[in-house]
């Protein structure tokens, strides 16, 4: 079982940064064996996937929308996973969603994932960018 749970978010200036937060509670399998996912969910408008990471971390994967502005990663000894952004832009407001699946040792991420392809799912976080 695994539970998320975001942190991070708020309002900023376009322009600014933030750096969301991603606690995982997990039983049975260690962290580093779960590929996991950022989504966000601007109002009125379907969720969308932002950026993934493989198990161990090798293996990324960002939309077209955040590549070179958004970072992803994960410690595995801390059972967090990140984002940081930077160069927020107003089009960048929305809830954003951390996201787990179980992968088994040695997986690799071939694209960026849909959300039907993620098992678990925190509550979200707003992030808010004003003009």
């Known amino acids: 079982q695994v539970q998320l749970q975001e942190s991070g978010g708020g309002s900023v200036q376009a322009g600014g940064s933030l750096r969301l937060s991603c606690a995982a509670s997990i039983s049975g399998y260690t962290f580093s064996s779960y590929c996991m996912g950022w989504f966000r969910q601007p109002p009125g408008k379907e969720r969308e996937g932002v950026a993934a990471?493989?198990?161990?971390?090798?293996?990324?994967y960002y939309a077209d929308s955040v590549k070179g502005r958004f970072t992803i990663s994960k410690d595995n000894t801390k059972n967090t996973l990140y984002l940081e952004m930077n160069s927020l832009k107003p089009e960048d407001t929305a809830m954003y969603y951390c996201?787990?699946?179980?992968?088994?040792?040695?997986?690799?991420?071939?694209?960026?994932?849909?959300?039907?392809?993620?098992?678990?799912w925190g509550q979200g976080t707003q992030v808010t960018v004003s003009s």
């Open positions: 996201a787990a699946r179980y992968c088994p040792y040695g997986f690799r991420l071939s694209n960026l994932p849909g959300r039907q392809w993620f098992d678990y």
């Open positions: 990471i493989s198990g161990i971390g090798g293996n990324i």
